[in-house]
């Protein structure tokens, strides 16, 4: 038996983030390759959900309309809840100090 009390014919699942993709395996395959998602990636993470008990992975891309997905584990090629994520663009310089200047006016 292994340290952790897991039976041989468990799953064991190998997860390496590399070059902005993440690539996949079942741990009695290493030689074969799962699956693979992500094309840029900037954020991975594996988490559980009140609603969805079982392993999820959580992928964020870094491309322009980039979206927050989450996939089961066991099938990481499908996503079954999309969130999109916009960005606030930062003020300029200038328009740094125009705020400025008006917090200050507006303190006086």
Do not use: F
């Not at 799953?11 to 998602?37: E, F, N, P």
């Not at 992500?38 to 309309?65: D, F, I, Y």
Request: aromatic letters at 2%; proline letters at 6%.
């Amino acid at each position: 038996p292994s340290c952790d009390n897991s039976q041989p014919q468990d799953v064991r699942r190998l997860l390496i983030t590399a070059d902005r993709t993440a690539v996949g395996w079942d741990g009695h395959s290493l030689t074969k390759v799962g699956w693979s998602v992500g094309e840029r990636l900037c954020w991975l993470g594996v988490t559980k959900t009140q609603k969805h008990t079982n392993a999820m992975l959580c992928t964020l891309e870094s491309n322009p309309g980039a979206h927050l997905a989450l996939r089961p584990l066991s099938a990481p090629t499908d996503v079954i809840h999309r969130i999109e994520v916009t960005v606030a663009p930062t003020p300029t310089g200038m328009e740094k100090q125009q705020q400025q200047r008006q917090r200050h006016q507006q303190q006086q």
